[in-house]
């Protein structure tokens, strides 16, 4: 069954690196999105991504953040200078297009900022 | 302000007994809805939708029950297995210009006991 992979699972940083989170999505999807559980909250949405524009973000989703199709299959997520605050789980997911939002979701990078 | 929300952050159940699962929101403009399980170590797996023009809908020992009289939605898990165990998240989808974004409610976690 084809699914969405992220790499790497966890990623440790320290304070005011960039970080680079990959992902990959099914291959026929259209729209993809990155999102963000800090532990134990909820998932919050980053930014959705649409021929090859951004095309909605929230407010988390600030300077510090931007997000790339480099090719036609990876998807990555770069913040630019970490903060200790940007420790989360960051899933990205995928939709196919047209029709119900149903999106599926990667398994993760656990990003630990120090 | 608008939000998705869920009435309780635990529940435990015996084996083979059913599960409800609630969740509270207050967009009426959502056009449906849908259910995640979230299992340690993760990212959210879609269990089932509802479109916010239906009251019910049923799938492999789910179902999903909305009421937009009182901005409130259900999933029902009949004879839950230890398999279940997870955080549950209800999710409204949202339209805006350039397509549909999914916001979150705060989760469940169901704990089945043997």
């Known amino acids: 069954e084809p699914e969405v992979t992220q790499t790497p699972s966890h990623q440790v940083t320290q304070m005011g690196q960039e970080v680079i989170l990959r992902c990959v999505p099914i291959?026929?999807?259209?729209?993809f999105y990155w999102y963000r559980q800090i532990l134990g909250q909820k998932v919050e949405f980053l930014v959705s991504f649409y021929n090859n524009e951004i095309s909605e973000k929230s407010e988390i989703f600030d300077d510090q953040f931007s997000v790339e199709r480099p090719d036609g299959s990876n998807f990555t997520l770069k913040i630019r200078s970490t903060k200790l605050e940007d420790s989360a789980m960051y899933f990205c997911?995928?939709?196919?297009?047209?029709?119900?939002?149903?999106?599926?979701f990667g398994a993760g990078t656990r990003l630990s900022v120090l | 302000g608008e939000s998705v929300g869920l009435h309780l952050p635990t529940l435990s159940v015996q084996e083979g007994d059913n599960s409800i699962i609630n969740c509270a929101y207050s967009?009426?403009?959502?056009?449906?809805f849908i259910w995640y399980k979230q299992e340690s170590g993760k990212g959210p797996q879609f269990i089932i939708d509802?479109?916010?023009?239906?009251d019910k809908r049923q799938g492999q020992r789910v179902t999903v029950l909305l009421n937009k009289t009182v901005k409130h939605l259900s999933l029902q898990i009949a004879a839950t297995q230890p398999g279940d165990s997870a955080v549950y998240f209800c999710?409204?989808?949202?339209?805006?210009?350039?397509?549909?974004?999914?916001?979150f409610g705060g989760g469940t976690r169901l704990m089945v006991k043997p």
């Open positions: 509802i479109r916010s023009n239906m």
């Open positions: 967009n009426s403009a959502s056009d449906y």
């Open positions: 291959s026929n999807h259209l729209y």
């Open positions: 997911a995928s939709r196919v297009g047209a029709g119900k939002n149903i999106q599926y």
């Open positions: 999710a409204e989808n949202k339209r805006y210009n350039a397509g549909n974004m999914l916001t």
